[in-house]
């Protein structure tokens, strides 16, 4: 069976992307009981876009209900599963062990996929879930190369999934108390506020009391602030050999609060690298064009790889060569087509389309009308307006154009 690319969904919108960009499934949260409580999420009066979605593509849909439940909600989870039988869903994502008697007891028919909030890393544990009924397990992003190997080879029938892309947890697999700590809002909870992300400044040297004269590395900016907490991005496109001679079974992207140009990019760069396409490294190097940190190998080849992303924190913030200015929903003939604008678009200003299979092309004569079919200079976030070009586009590809900011802390 081959290999699966997985891609995130924060929304529909992002859904229908990440399908029409190559992923073989998705991922995606009840508002509720997601890890990602500011992604957008699905409500349940919206599954049934979701159910429509499922059906015209065949695809995977995987839910994550990954918080850690408190009492309230986990009353709540038994009124909320019984609704959840005809859901579109192939699969949930949970870590609290406490829903698994729910799940037989009222959606036994529905795969369960362990978390990577679980942080199972060895055999012995991917055998416990395994007999307590998961299908799946997402290994904690600590299991290197060799782990993953070694967990195949005791639990060959247990599918195994990890994280290939995206931001990594400074903490052990997210599972981190400093969000709590400084602003009240719980990762555990879907509410993190990425203190990890923050900029610090440090007014004594960083130096262990038993290792006097080693220092933690430490770099600072023009204003003396650093991101020691801060990790790099994971991308491992450039090994997806290993991946699956290691045994996994789902390659993940991170990203259901990113935006759709995230999606899109990444998920067609992945795409294009598993089907050996004859020209996947352009699609690759489309992977530095989105908002990304300094990539790194993260724990695949070992804690001392030398790019390694949690014993070496990235230096700078955010790149972003470009700017996500919107998509195509609509083609409407004679090379007009409605859009939903995202960033500001300005007549003069260069733009680029990029679609699933076309890398990118350059427009420098554009034009846009409003709803009235008037012509104006520029349409704003948010407004209604009509894009006139002689390069055929088609519905969902994107609008991007350079970034004038290159790095954003």
Known sequence: MAIEL?????????????????????????????????????????????????????????CTMNILFSEDQIQDAKTLLPTLKDSPFDAFIITDLGL????????????????????????????????????RVILGREASLDDIRRIKDAVPELELEAFVHGAMCMSYSGRCLLSSFLTGRSANQGDCSHTCRWNYKLHYALEEEERPGTYYPIEEDESGYT???????LCMIDHLDDLEKAGLSSLKIEGRMKSIYYVAVVTRAYRKALDHDPEWEKYREDLFNVSHREYATGFFYGRDSDDGAINRPTSY?????????????????????????????????????????????????FTLTDENGESIEKLDHCRKGF?????????????????DVKEVK
Do not use: W
């Open 6 to 62: 997985l891609s995130p969904a924060g929304n529909a919108a992002k859904l229908r992307t990440a399908i029409n960009y190559g992923a073989d499934a998705c991922y995606m949260g009840l508002s509720k009981y997601s890890l990602r409580k500011n992604a957008g999420n699905f409500s349940e009066d919206e599954l049934e876009e979701v159910r429509k979605i499922r059906q015209e593509t065949g695809k995977k849909l995987y």
């Open 100 to 135: 698994v008697p729910l799940f037989r007891k009222y959606l036994p028919e529905k795969a369960l996929h362990l978390s990577t909030q679980a942080s199972c890393i060895n055999s012995e544990s991917a055998r416990m879930y395994r007999d307590m009924g998961f299908e």
């Open 227 to 233: 991101t020691i907490l801060s990790s790099k991005d």
């Open 317 to 365: 913030g955010y790149r972003r060569e470009y700017m996500y200015l919107g998509s195509v929903l609509e083609e409407l003939g004679d090379g007009k087509y409605l859009i939903d604008v995202r960033n500001q678009i300005r007549v003069g200003k260069s733009l680029e389309y990029i679609g699933p299979d076309m890398l990118f092309i350059r427009d420098d004569s």
């Open 387 to 403: 894009l006139h070009t002689s390069v055929p586009l088609k519905k969902g590809y994107i609008l991007r154009a350079e970034s």
